[in-house]
């Protein structure tokens, strides 16, 4: 039975670098939605109740969750492409960064459940962006 190169790529990741990596996303995500953009990302969800509220567990857990899946994807990724350098997972970064992640955060937005859609879009996308390119920097210097 054939096996599929993919799979292979996975076991030689750097785990701790995705440990790493993943942390530093959560910390951004937890500054830019708790401190930096609390009232605006609020105001675009139409949710303005929930400010200085403390995010149940889910809120937590969830967006960590997802973080683990990206990180992993862009290590399997990266290495089955051969971005190697921190200038190239930059690269790499803002293209999947915009090219996926804004993209698709400003179609999920475009729903009858965000009041806002753009506003949210503006609110969301950068930090997907930022966060991708400190996640693909990470892999990259800890390869």
Known sequence: METCP???LSW???WLAVLLANLALTALGAAWFMALFAKPYATAL???DLAGQKPRP??????????VVLTITNAVLM?????TSVSSALVFGFITGVGYLAS???NVAINPNIPRPLFYGV????FFVVGNLIN???LAAMQ
């Open 6 to 8: 993919m799979f292979e």
């Open 12 to 14: 030689s990741i750097n």
């Open 46 to 48: 139409g949710r303005t």
């Open 58 to 67: 889910i809120f937590i857990a969830g967006p960590f969750v997802c973080g």
């Open 79 to 83: 290495r089955s492409f051969g971005v």
């Open 104 to 106: 698709t955060t400003f």
């Open 123 to 126: 609110i969301n996308a950068p």
């Open 136 to 138: 693909c920097s990470i």
